[in-house]
C-alpha cells in the first residue's frame, strides 16, 4: 500500500517546453544518433588534443559511417585551426598514402608540406606559407613541377589541422563534409575517444563552425547518449524507477529537438552537454543503474494525444510544480502545476539568498535597467503554487516590474518559491496551533511537537531562518529570520522553473512504490507511454 508522505526541501533542473506535431509511434521515431556540441569544456578552443593512440577517420554517407584512413601517434593528436595561406595542389590523389609519397618529397625540399583531405576520398597535397608572398613564391616555383599544379588559398575559416607527431599533420578542408574520428579499439570498456578531462563514445567532429576556435561535437548512439545524461542529470543511486521515469523524460527531448523543433538552429548539433539541454559528461560516468533504466525503457516516449511531447523536468519544486504559461508564455495542457509533497528528501534543501540594494541595482544594469538606488522591491502577484509572477523593484528615478523566470535569472535565485524579508519584517516568535479544537498561542516552537502520517510524534524542525509547514497541497516557508538594514532576503524552497517533472518528487514517490509511469502520468497530465 502507498503512503503519502510529506516533508520539505528541494532542487530543479532546467529545460524548455512545447508539444510535438505529427502522430508518429514511437517505434517510427527512434533515433540511432544524435549530434551533441560539447560545448562545456571544448567549445571555441584554440586546441583539443585527443589521448587516443589510434584514430580512425572517415565520413558519413547515407547515414552509414565508412572508414577513410587510420591514424596512429604515440603522442597522440592535436586538433586546430589552419589559418595560414596554403598552396592546395589542384591535383587529387585516391589514397592518403599517394598523396604522401609527393608530401614527403616536398618536404625534403624544405616545404611544410601536408597531406589534406577535401572530401571522402578526394586527397590533396598542402604547403604552408607564412604568408601571402611567400605563398606567391611557392607557386612560382612548384607550378607544373612533378606534373602537379597548384593554386594559393587563404584562410576559408573552415579549415582546420590534426597534428600527429612533429611535422606530420592532415589537413581538412571541412568546406563540404567534415570527416568524423572514432576509437579502433574492440574491447567495450575502452572503445571511447579520449579527450583528457572526459572519454566519448560514438564518434568526434572537430571544426571551426564559422568560429576562430576549434569546437567538438560528439556523434553517439541514442543509448550510450541516455546512460550518460541519466548519471548527470539524476543519482544513479536513487531508485530505479526515479531513473526510468527520467531516462524517458531525457529521451522524449532529444527526440523532440531531433524531429519536431531546433533549439540550436544555427549550430551544427542538436543539443548540448550544458544543463541548458541535458547534462551530458561522456561515458566516465555511466553507472550500471543508469544502463538498466534506459535498457528496461528502450524505444519508449510519452504522448500527448498522438504526438511526442517535450517532457521538461527539473530538480526540485519546492512542494508544488507550476503550471507553463506561468513560466513561459504558452499555455500547454499536459504542463499543469500539481502538488508535490512526495518531496521527503529534496535534492536542493530550503534556501536563502540575501542581496543589498546595491547588488539588485547592479544585477539590473546587467541589463540595462536604470532607476536610481534601489528603495523597495515589493513582490506584487503570485501563482496558485505560490510562486512569486511579478516582482516591483522601486528606485529613486523610477520602478521596474520584472516578472516569470526573469525575476529567477535576473536576481540569480534558485526559484521564485520564495518569501521577501525586509528590514521592517516581523520576526515570527508567537504561532498559533490547534489544540484540543481551538487555537493556543505558543512563543517558544523548540518546545512543539507535531503528529506524524504513521500515528506517532516528533519534535517540530525548525531553525534560526526558516519554519517548514507541509500541507496536503504545498510545502510552505515561514521565515523566522530577522531583517537587516538596505537587504533584501529572500527565503526560499526549490531549485529551477518547477514546470514538468520534479527529479526530487520522482525520487519521493519511487520510494513510496510508484512505477516510473505512475510518475510521468502525475507530472505529465494526461499523457501515454508506449
Not at 565520413?59 to 586546430?80: A, K, L
Not at 550544458?274 to 504522448?303: D, F, M
Not at 532576503?489 to 516510473?516: C, D, N, P, R
Request: proline share 2%; with cysteine.
Amino acid at each position: 500500500m502507498k503512503k503519502v508522505f510529506v516533508w520539505c526541501n528541494i532542487v530543479i533542473i532546467t529545460i524548455t517546453l512545447l508539444c510535438s506535431s505529427s502522430n508518429i509511434y514511437a517505434e517510427d521515431n527512434i533515433i540511432q544518433e544524435l549530434r551533441v556540441g560539447l560545448r562545456q569544456l571544448y567549445e571555441e578552443k584554440e586546441s583539443i588534443t585527443v589521448n587516443n593512440k589510434v584514430l580512425n577517420m572517415g565520413y558519413v554517407v547515407q547515414d552509414e559511417y565508412i572508414s577513410e584512413q587510420v591514424f596512429m601517434s604515440n603522442d597522440g593528436f592535436v586538433f586546430r585551426a589552419a589559418t595560414s595561406d596554403y598552396l592546395i595542389s589542384i591535383n587529387s590523389f585516391d589514397t592518403y598514402d599517394k598523396a604522401n609519397e609527393s608530401v614527403k618529397s616536398l618536404k625534403g625540399q624544405g616545404y611544410k608540406a601536408y597531406v589534406g583531405n577535401a572530401s571522402k576520398g578526394i586527397w590533396k597535397i598542402y604547403i604552408e606559407a607564412q604568408n601571402s608572398d611567400e605563398a606567391r613564391i611557392f607557386l612560382s616555383k612548384l607550378n607544373g613541377k612533378d606534373g602537379l599544379t597548384y593554386e594559393k588559398v587563404a584562410d576559408n575559416g573552415c579549415r582546420t589541422i590534426m597534428e600527429l607527431s612533429a611535422g606530420e599533420c592532415l589537413v581538412m578542408e571541412n568546406t563540404y563534409q567534415y570527416p568524423q574520428f572514432s576509437s579502433m579499439s574492440n574491447d567495450e570498456d575502452t572503445n571511447y575517444i579520449d579527450l583528457g578531462d572526459r572519454q566519448y563514445r560514438g564518434r568526434l567532429e572537430f571544426g571551426r563552425y564559422d568560429e576562430s576556435g576549434i569546437t567538438a561535437i560528439n556523434i553517439v548512439p541514442m543509448n550510450y547518449y541516455l546512460y550518460s545524461v541519466l548519471a548527470s542529470e539524476m543519482s544513479p543511486s536513487w531508485p530505479i524507477e526515479a531513473l526510468k521515469a527520467q531516462a524517458l523524460a531525457a529521451r522524449n527531448y532529444a527526440v523532440y529537438y531531433m524531429q519536431k523543433d531546433s533549439k540550436y538552429p544555427n549550430k551544427p548539433y542538436v543539443v548540448c552537454d550544458k544543463t541548458n539541454s541535458q547534462a551530458y559528461k561522456g561515458c566516465s560516468v555511466e553507472h550500471p543503474n543508469t544502463i538498466i533504466a534506459v535498457n528496461e525503457t528502450a524505444n519508449k516516449l510519452i504522448y500527448y494525444q498522438g504526438e511526442v511531447i517535450q517532457a521538461t523536468f527539473f530538480s526540485t519544486s519546492g512542494g508544488h510544480t507550476e503550471n507553463s504559461e506561468n513560466v513561459w508564455n504558452g499555455t500547454v495542457p499536459f504542463m499543469k502545476g500539481v502538488p508535490d509533497i512526495y518531496e521527503m528528501q529534496p535534492a536542493k534543501k530550503p534556501w536563502i539568498v540575501e542581496l543589498t540594494s546595491e547588488e539588485i541595482k547592479q544585477r539590473l544594469a546587467n541589463y540595462s535597467i536604470d532607476i536610481g538606488d534601489i528603495t523597495d522591491v515589493i513582490p506584487m502577484a503570485y501563482t496558485d503554487s505560490k510562486r512569486v509572477i511579478d516582482l516591483k523593484i522601486v528606485g529613486t528615478q523610477g520602478e521596474h516590474i520584472i516578472n516569470k523566470e526573469t525575476i529567477r535569472i535576473w536576481l540569480g535565485l534558485y526559484s521564485r518559491k520564495f518569501t521577501l524579508v525586509k528590514e521592517d519584517y516581523s520576526n515570527k516568535k508567537m504561532f498559533n496551533v490547534m489544540a484540543a479544537g481551538s487555537f493556543v498561542k505558543v512563543k517558544n516552537i523548540n518546545n512543539v511537537y507535531v503528529a506524524t502520517g504513521s500515528n506517532s510524534s516528533r519534535k517540530l524542525s525548525v531553525n534560526d531562518e526558516q519554519l517548514i509547514v507541509v500541507s496536503g497541497h504545498n510545502i510552505d516557508s515561514i521565515p523566522t529570520i530577522a531583517g537587516k538594514k538596505d537587504t533584501y532576503i529572500f527565503v526560499g524552497q526549490g531549485y529551477g522553473h518547477g514546470v514538468g517533472m520534479s527529479q526530487s518528487g520522482a525520487k519521493g514517490m519511487a520510494l513510496e512504490g510508484f512505477t516510473y509511469d505512475e510518475i510521468l502520468k502525475y507530472y505529465y497530465k494526461g499523457v501515454d507511454i508506449k
